[in-house]
Every structure is written in structure tokens, then in C-alpha cells.
């Protein structure tokens, strides 16, 4: 298992992380389909689970974002 940490961030620095990921989970979808069609099976399980991984952990950074 991983080492836990604490952090504390403003909403505003939650909401900055939460667009961040939400960059780069496009980038490993759009990989995964580039790598899809090339026909590299190795790299699209490879952006596949980081994407999930990522998706993931957005989540739970969302979950933690103050309702409007």
C-alpha cells in the first residue's frame, strides 16, 4: 500500500488539481485510441489503466470539492 500523506489546499487549488487531471485523462483516452489503432495492444492496456487510475482519483478530489 501506498504511504499516505496530508495535504491542505484551498477549493480553488482543489479545483485547479481537478482541472489538471481532467487534461491529462483526455490525453491517456485520446493515446488509447491512437495506440488502438496502430494496433499496439500493450500501450492501450498501459493508457487504459492510467486513465481508470486517474478517473479514480478524480473522483475522489471531486468528492471532496464544496458544493456551490
Known sequence: MA????LTVTADEL???CDALEV???G???????AR????R???ETFKDAALNIQKL????RDLLPED
Open 24 to 26: 491529462d485523462l483526455e
Open 15 to 17: 479545483e485547479m488539481l
Open 28 to 34: 491517456y483516452v485520446e493515446a488509447a485510441k491512437e
Open 3 to 6: 504511504d499516505k500523506i496530508t
Open 42 to 44: 500493450e500501450d492501450v
Open 58 to 61: 478524480l473522483t475522489r478530489l
Open 37 to 40: 489503432g496502430n494496433n499496439a
